[in-house]
């Protein structure tokens, strides 16, 4: 049998207040419906259905897949209806599989579970037991166990309500069965809807067996109706992918305050601070320190590397023991080699800084490449746009910048040269030479600072400055 997922979104979402389909809210920066399609994708399914409706368009172009399906749901009439618009694109010899695109922590082992354990007649359902089951449909079974019915909260008595078994909506059922099946919903219920748990049901009258596995944490199958329920779930998110960075070998000061918003791999003995941030693809190399309030995003940094506080790096690269920080950024398309050094307020740009080089205090460098061993000095700044072009500086091994240079590229600085503090330079150094450029010195004796105006003054200066400029008659 072939394997057809159908994933339900076409909810509005009311109760976010917010402009953004309930779908696309984000969650450890990607929209809630795209941890499910992740998840989805890994089950290497023969075809992924999308239901959609509220802001269909939106959700369309947020994900531009080729290999998805989609089935528009134009009207809000129930979980049933939903799968219903999704049917005529499933063949009778399917496993369909049904999941939420509100429910984003779904795991892929619970998932392969559910659809293994469904046959051409067997139903499987998702449940979970709720310390408080309240809003939930609970899973009513039999003398013997067996399940025979799903009954809404808003539907259920007094003694019903009293089971803490949950139904998720999670279910796997033969496609031929479910189309059947869904032709006889019916929307006698409080909600006046076609609820898809009715299925449940007419699978025991049609002495199909229904099969319950249980969830493995509530987290698992918890659902985002609202703002403080997506904050629930990014803590979630959040302490469950800590745990997985610490079974890998990482130390986390505490792990509540680190976001992992992207694939993280760690080698042994990392260590974090409080409040990381790590998003996109992050690599770490053995017995590297993340200090407080750093944030990555794509990057790689190798052994023995130490990214001190409040220090931004993104699509950077990082070789062994380099050291970055506090307080330094590192924009896209910056590398360093081994034992480089960047300090405190140092911004480096598309930038290559070579092995044992250090900028270690007040600089910007954009558009370098700089070599082995050099120096760059407090201050220094590679002027490299001139407004409408990018030009490259390039500084060769064991050069001396001194303090307050302004290099104007493109330029050349050659092997061993020396660079004096307070130049402006805007022709390239030989090797091994000093390079000086500055104005000459001016004082003027007797000096007195301004002093402080009347507002009366102040305007009259103003009237005055304003009458220099006209042209004579």
């Not at 992924?48 to 134009?74: E, N, P, R």
């Not at 120096?375 to 072009?389: K, L, P, R, S, V």
């Not at 000459?440 to 400029?469: F, G, H, I, V």
């Given at each position: 049998?072939?394997?057809?997922?159908?994933?339900?979104?076409?909810?509005?979402?009311?109760?976010?207040?917010?402009?953004?389909?309930?779908?696309?809210?984000?969650?450890?920066?990607?929209?809630?419906?795209?941890?499910?399609?992740?998840?989805?994708?890994?089950?290497?399914?023969?075809?992924?259905?999308?239901?959609?409706?509220?802001?269909?368009?939106?959700?369309?172009?947020?994900?531009?897949?080729?290999?998805?399906?989609?089935?528009?749901?134009?009207?809000?009439?129930?979980?049933?209806?939903?799968?219903?618009?999704?049917?005529?694109?499933?063949?009778?010899?399917?496993?369909?599989?049904?999941?939420?695109?509100?429910?984003?922590?779904?795991?892929?082992?619970?998932?392969?579970?559910?659809?293994?354990?469904?046959?051409?007649?067997?139903?499987?359902?998702?449940?979970?037991?709720?310390?408080?089951?309240?809003?939930?449909?609970?899973?009513?079974?039999?003398?013997?166990?067996?399940?025979?019915?799903?009954?809404?909260?808003?539907?259920?008595?007094?003694?019903?309500?009293?089971?803490?078994?949950?139904?998720?909506?999670?279910?796997?059922?033969?496609?031929?069965?479910?189309?059947?099946?869904?032709?006889?919903?019916?929307?006698?219920?409080?909600?006046?809807?076609?609820?898809?748990?009715?299925?449940?049901?007419?699978?025991?009258?049609?002495?199909?067996?229904?099969?319950?596995?249980?969830?493995?944490?509530?987290?698992?199958?918890?659902?985002?109706?609202?703002?403080?329920?997506?904050?629930?779930?990014?803590?979630?998110?959040?302490?469950?992918?800590?745990?997985?960075?610490?079974?890998?070998?990482?130390?986390?000061?505490?792990?509540?305050?680190?976001?992992?918003?992207?694939?993280?791999?760690?080698?042994?003995?990392?260590?974090?601070?409080?409040?990381?941030?790590?998003?996109?693809?992050?690599?770490?190399?053995?017995?590297?320190?993340?200090?407080?309030?750093?944030?990555?995003?794509?990057?790689?940094?190798?052994?023995?590397?130490?990214?001190?506080?409040?220090?931004?790096?993104?699509?950077?690269?990082?070789?062994?023991?380099?050291?970055?920080?506090?307080?330094?950024?590192?924009?896209?398309?910056?590398?360093?080699?081994?034992?480089?050094?960047?300090?405190?307020?140092?911004e480096l740009k598309a930038t290559h800084l070579g092995a044992?080089?250090?900028?270690?205090?007040?600089?910007?460098?954009?558009?370098?490449?700089?070599?082995?061993?050099?120096?760059?000095?407090?201050?220094?700044?590679?002027?490299?746009?001139?407004?409408?072009?990018?030009?490259?500086?390039?500084?060769?091994?064991?050069?001396?910048?001194?303090?307050?240079?302004?290099?104007?590229?493109?330029?050349?600085?050659?092997?061993?040269?020396?660079?004096?503090?307070?130049?402006?330079?805007?022709?390239?150094?030989?090797?091994?030479?000093?390079?000086?450029?500055?104005?000459?010195?001016?004082?003027?004796?007797?000096?007195?600072?301004?002093?402080?105006?009347?507002?009366?003054?102040?305007?009259?200066?103003?009237?005055?400055?304003?009458?220099?400029?006209?042209?004579?008659?």
């Amino acid at each position: 049998m072939g394997l057809s997922v159908v994933i339900l979104a076409a909810g509005q979402g009311k109760r976010m207040n917010s402009d953004l389909p309930k779908v696309l809210q984000p969650l450890a920066g990607r929209p809630l419906l795209g941890h499910v399609l992740a998840t989805a994708q890994a089950l290497n399914a023969d075809r992924t259905i999308v239901v959609y409706g509220h802001g269909g368009d939106q959700v369309q172009a947020a994900f531009k897949d080729d290999s998805l399906l989609w089935a528009l749901q134009a009207s809000q009439l129930g979980t049933g209806h939903a799968l219903m618009q999704a049917m005529g694109q499933i063949p009778d010899g399917d496993t369909l599989l049904v999941l939420y695109g509100d429910v984003p922590l779904i795991g892929q082992q619970t998932l392969s579970e559910l659809a293994t354990l469904s046959n051409a007649e067997t139903l499987a359902l998702l449940s979970v037991r709720l310390a408080d089951p309240s809003g939930y449909g609970r899973v009513l079974r039999d003398n013997s166990g067996q399940v025979y019915r799903i009954v809404e909260h808003k539907d259920a008595n007094r003694k019903e309500a009293l089971v803490n078994e949950c139904n998720t909506g999670f279910m796997a059922a033969p496609s031929a069965l479910m189309r059947r099946w869904l032709t006889e919903l019916k929307n006698d219920n409080a909600q006046g809807e076609y609820y898809l748990t009715d299925v449940i049901a007419l699978a025991v009258k049609d002495r199909v067996a229904v099969k319950a596995v249980e969830a493995s944490s509530e987290l698992e199958v918890l659902g985002v109706n609202d703002k403080i329920q997506l904050a629930q779930v990014e803590a979630g998110y959040r302490h469950r992918q800590a745990e997985l960075l610490m079974k890998q070998g990482a130390t986390i000061i505490d792990p509540s305050r680190i976001d992992i918003r992207g694939e993280v791999s760690v080698g042994k003995d990392v260590q974090f601070d409080v409040n990381v941030v790590l998003s996109g693809t992050v690599k770490l190399g053995n017995r590297v320190q993340i200090g407080a309030g750093v944030i990555l995003h794509n990057v790689v940094i190798q052994d023995d590397s130490i990214i001190k506080p409040y220090s931004i790096l993104e699509n950077a690269e990082l070789g062994k023991r380099a050291h970055v920080g506090p307080f330094a950024r590192l924009r896209p398309g910056t590398t360093l080699e081994e034992d480089a050094h960047v300090g405190n307020f140092v911004e480096l740009k598309a930038t290559h800084l070579g092995a044992g080089s250090k900028a270690n205090h007040l600089t910007y460098l954009g558009d370098a490449v700089i070599g082995k061993q050099s120096n760059i000095g407090a201050g220094t700044i590679t002027c490299n746009y001139d407004g409408e072009n990018k030009w490259q500086t390039e500084i060769g091994d064991n050069v001396f910048i001194g303090s307050g240079n302004m290099l104007v590229a493109p330029i050349q600085i050659g092997e061993g040269a020396t660079t004096a503090a307070g130049s402006t330079l805007s022709k390239s150094v030989e090797p091994k030479s000093l390079a000086i450029e500055r104005t000459d010195a001016r004082q003027l004796q007797n000096w007195k600072r301004p002093k402080k105006l009347s507002a009366e003054e102040k305007r009259d200066r103003q009237a005055k400055a304003r009458l220099s400029t006209k042209e004579p008659q």
